[in-house]
């Protein structure tokens, strides 16, 4: 086809173009053919450092090639932030472009109303061909959603042999989830998606989310490294009183065994404290054997010093373990977006795809001591966003604007030409990504819901700017935090009460109004007494009855193809 053909049409000039056609190019064809494709990678908990795209020392020594070429192809967001840093209600801000308040799912445990315009279904509604594969994690299933195709992980999926469920019931597939989520994504890629189509697919991985268990080939990757402690690592809080109460700390709150896969004693294999037991008990007793050699090493010799180690060896040994199983998940979710990013070119759909890579929200690397996300502190309201369209965003292109994930949905739908609603609460990223971008915003506003739950992070809402940021948390408590980010980005400071920060506080609580006001958040009475109200969702076995026994075990187990 005519390449000059291609750009005037994406320009939208296609009426002007249709004259100067070749005659085998008939204009629907054409137009059809210049709408993008859009792949939405999505990870849980990726922490912007271990990106190493980034430039910050863990990811140079746990790298990231692949996930880094889409941001050499295309953009980096150096300020990208989210509306509520938890899992299921990040998701619905994605695919509304609206805050959890307007599209009702403000915390996990909430039912999501599929049926409300999503970028993927209004893409859909234009002709587009739908699939979602991986975590889902809003709902039970995708009710509402109109996908052509979905295989989705039962709630947050487990990292190996995970039980599938499809349309046509739930199976339990034996293998390392990453892995699987990837030969899925291809497989429907190469032969089950409507190929006189675009697609929009959505590829979303379990890992790194906790708890943190690497492929086999992975898990001892980092065994010999040792990454920097943060300076933060034993932060005692003071001055900041939300923070004393959580319940996320490495070295006093994550699960020994479960988390940290710690053995009982020199020799032995079995897991200290363990919250969730099914997930190693998943492990065929081939599996199981591979990973306690893994780990028996490293456990014998900590097993045979713990006894002659201070508190603050034991905190750094389990940094250490975090770190090492962490960052090994990631190498796995690195290796997938190769596969991806290699077929596309290798199927001549890497011009006309958008690929983008992010997170659910960030994570916390041990700064403050803690894993985990939830709090507005930078390093879990900020999240590694890059995005590669050759067709349209040149390479090495740096974004420093701050973003939202409200932000996604309206920048693909005006990317795909269809109009985005007018109720929707982000701003297309299009211009910015050109350059072009005028009068962008230069606050954002952040509301976390959820408590009490667990890691007791109390419910709070603050504003950032790009120097300043305000906190309030509230409900069981009534403090105020402000930190200059500036002079303290490591956020150990509250200069709440610091009269040379009056004006700027000021300024920031008129500022906090003027965002609640602009996005219809409702007055703050109506949440300060709020219970959290779990709604009551189906079983799988009641959905699916014909996939489980009288036990409620799956039936079918199968390995992967």
């Known amino acids: 086809m005519n390449k000059k053909l291609l750009s005037l049409m994406v320009a939208g000039t296609l009426s002007q173009a249709v004259s100067a056609a070749p005659i ?98 209004l893409l859909h509604d234009e002709g587009y061909t739908t699939a979602a594969i991986g975590k889902w994690h809003i709902n039970l299933t995708p009710d509402g959603f109109k996908f052509d195709h979905w295989e989705i992980l039962n709630d947050q999926g487990e990292y190996y042999n995970p039980d599938w469920i499809t ?72 001055g900041r009183v939300a923070a004393q109460g959580q319940e996320m700390n490495i070295y006093r709150d ?113 700064e403050h001591g803690w894993f985990d996300k939830r709090f507005m502190y930078e390093e879990s309201f900020r999240t590694p966003l890059v995005m590669q369209y050759p067709a349209k965003i040149k390479p090495g292109t740096v974004v420093n604007e701050m973003v939202q994930n409200i932000d996604y949905a309206p920048t693909f739908l005006e990317y795909a030409g269809v109009n985005v609603p007018s109720d929707i609460q982000g701003e297309s990223m299009v211009d910015l990504l050109a350059g072009e971008a005028e009068d962008w915003r230069t606050s954002l506003y952040y509301h976390f819901y959820e408590f009490p739950a667990i890691h007791k992070v109390q419910r709070h809402y603050g504003v950032r700017d790009e120097r300043y940021k305000l906190i309030h948390f509230y409900f069981r408590m009534d403090e105020w935090e402000f930190y200059d980010l500036e002079k303290d980005p490591q956020e150990m400071n509250n200069a709440y009460n610091d009269p040379q920060y009056a004006k700027e506080i000021k300024r920031l609580k008129e500022e906090v109004l003027r965002l609640k006001d602009q996005y219809d958040v409702p007055p703050m009475d109506e949440w300060v007494r709020m219970p959290l109200r779990r709604q009551r969702k189906p079983r799988l076995w009641d959905l699916y009855p014909d996939s489980y026994d009288e036990n409620n075990k799956v039936k079918v187990t199968r390995p992967v193809k």
């Open 24 to 121: 085998e190019a008939a204009p629907a064809e054409a137009a059809e053919a210049q709408r993008p494709n859009i792949i939405y990678i999505m990870s849980d908990d990726h922490a912007v450092r271990a990106v190493s795209a980034y430039g910050d020392i863990i990811g140079e020594m746990a790298p990231t090639p692949n996930i880094d070429r889409i941001a050499e192809n295309g953009a980096r967001f150096d300020s990208s932030f989210v509306t509520n840093s938890l899992c299921g209600p990040s998701r619905a801000a994605m695919f509304t472009g609206k805050f959890g308040h307007i599209n009702g799912f403000n915390y996990n445990g909430q039912v999501f109303d599929g049926s409300q315009d999503t970028w993927t279904n």
């Open 167 to 238: 349309k046509d019931g739930v199976e339990t597939e034996i293998g390392y989830t990453t892995d699987m989520i990837t030969e899925k994504t291809i497989t429907w890629l190469d032969s089950q998606r409507d190929k006189d189509k675009p697609f929009a697919l959505i590829m979303h991985h379990k890992a790194p989310h906790r708890n943190w268990m690497p492929a086999p080939e992975y898990t001892q990757l980092f065994a010999d490294v040792e990454f920097p402690v943060p300076e933060t690592y034993f932060d005692n809080y003071e």
């Open 254 to 366: 994550a699960q020994e065994g479960h988390d940290l896969k710690m053995t009982t004693g020199v020799g032995e294999t079995e897991w200290r404290q363990d919250i969730w037991p099914h997930l190693l008990e998943r492990l065929s007793p081939e599996q199981r054997a591979e990973w306690d050699a893994a780990y028996q090493e490293r456990n014998d010799y900590m097993n045979k010093n713990a006894a002659n180690w201070s508190e603050e060896e034991m905190a750094i040994w389990k940094y250490q373990r975090y770190m090492q199983d962490y960052l090994a998940t990631i190498r796995s979710v690195d290796d997938s977006v190769g596969e991806v990013l290699d077929y596309l070119k290798a199927n001549d759909l890497h011009e006309n795809t958008i690929v983008v890579y992010t997170s659910d929200q960030g994570f916390y690397l041990g």
